[in-house]
C-alpha cells in the first residue's frame, strides 16, 4: 500500500513522466484552499527532491498569492490506466516571474506557451505513495488547445492587460506578486 520517502524514485520519477494531469494544492494561512488540475507539457522534475511547473495565464492566480502567503505546496498525480497509484509530491514552493532571473534560467527547460506567467519551483520534503485502487480508468484523448489559442490571438500586450485586470489578487485579495520581480545582485 503506501509509502513516505524523502525523495522520488526513478521508479516515481518514470510514472511522473508518463502522466498527461496532475494536481496543485496551496493556501494561505487564511482564506480559501485551491486545488487546480494542471496539464500540457508542464512539469519537469529537477532532481530527487525538487519539481518545477510552468504556470500559464488562467482564470485566476491562486498558486502564486498562496506562495508569498505560506510557501506549502501539494502536487498528486494518480494513475489513470496502469497500474494504481497516487503519488503526492509535499514541499516548500516559490513562484518566478518573467522579470526574475531564475525565470530565464529554467524557462527554457519548457515549451514557450504563450501565455506563461509563472515558474513554480518546488523544494519536496516527503514523498508520499498512496493504491489509488478507487481512482477509475480513464483513456486520454488529446491537450486542449484553446488556452494556447486565446494567448496567441491576446499577444503579450493583451497578456498583460488580462493580468492587469484578471491576475494581480487572489480570490481572498492576496498580492499574486505578478509584476513583481526578485533583486538581483547588481540591484541589491
Known amino acids: 500500500m503506501g ?33 487546480s488540475p494542471k496539464g500540457m507539457d ?33 502536487v498528486m498525480f494518480c494513475a489513470f490506466e496502469g497500474k494504481p497509484l497516487i503519488l503526492r509530491l509535499y514541499g516548500h514552493g516559490k513562484a518566478y516571474h518573467p522579470a526574475d532571473a531564475e525565470w530565464h534560467e529554467y524557462a527554457p527547460l519548457f515549451p514557450p506557451f504563450e501565455g506563461a506567467r509563472q515558474l513554480i519551483d518546488i523544494q519536496i520534503h ?22 494556447n489559442a486565446w494567448a496567441r490571438k491576446q ?23 505578478i509584476f513583481a520581480s526578485t533583486p538581483t545582485d547588481e540591484s541589491k
Open 3 to 35: 509509502k513516505k520517502l524523502d525523495r522520488i524514485t526513478p521508479e516515481l520519477e518514470s510514472f511522473i513522466n508518463n502522466q498527461k494531469i496532475f494536481f496543485v494544492a496551496t493556501a494561505a494561512e487564511t482564506g480559501t484552499v485551491n486545488l
Open 42 to 74: 508542464s512539469f519537469r522534475i529537477l532532481g530527487p527532491d525538487r519539481v518545477m511547473w510552468l504556470n500559464v495565464t488562467g482564470s485566476g492566480n491562486e498558486t502564486a498569492a498562496h506562495l508569498l502567503q505560506n510557501d506549502r505546496i501539494t
Open 126 to 147: 516527503l514523498v508520499q505513495t498512496s493504491c489509488g485502487m478507487a481512482v477509475p480508468f480513464m483513456d486520454y484523448d488529446r491537450e486542449r488547445e484553446e488556452l
Open 155 to 177: 499577444g503579450p500586450g493583451g497578456i498583460q492587460d488580462y493580468w492587469s485586470r484578471k491576475n494581480m489578487a487572489s480570490i481572498d485579495g492576496f498580492d499574486t506578486g
